[in-house]
């Protein structure tokens, strides 16, 4: 059974941090990409960053140079690291798993979500 845990959700204030955490098990980790995604309400789930099994990133422009993505195998975990944090940051993050998680279509494993709320 494949499961992807988030954590480190929670209620941020403009210009601040959180780091959100994604744990999964039941897949073999390090031969999968990982990302996340994000919903905001009323609007369509959208990619925020990607990591591939050996390491290269990719971001949305919105958070390119304010979020980092990375992945510590060992652990089978995977963060995300968001700095500078803006209002428009505020949505579910979901994590992502699959062979390839850069397209909405082929991700193959969804977690269950955590909640972001960025105040100004």
């Known amino acids: 059974q494949v499961q992807l845990v988030e954590s480190g959700g929670g209620l941020a204030q403009a210009g601040g941090s959180r780091r959100l955490s994604c744990a999964a098990s039941?897949?073999?980790?390090?031969?999968?990409?990982m990302g996340w995604y994000r919903q905001a309400p009323g609007k369509q789930r959208e990619l925020v960053a990607a990591?591939?099994?050996?390491?290269?990133?990719d971001y949305a422009d919105s958070v390119n140079g304010r979020f980092t993505i990375s992945r510590d195998n060992a652990k089978n975990t995977v963060y995300l690291q968001m700095n500078s944090l803006k209002p428009e940051d505020t949505a579910v993050y979901y994590c992502?798993?699959?062979?390839?998680?850069?397209?909405?279509?082929?991700?193959?494993?969804w977690g269950q979500g955590t909640q972001v709320t960025v105040s100004s």
């Open positions: 039941g897949i073999i980790f390090s031969i999968n990409a």
């Open positions: 990591i591939t099994s050996d390491g290269s990133t």
């Open positions: 992502a798993a699959g062979l390839v998680v850069a397209v909405r279509a082929r991700v193959r494993y």
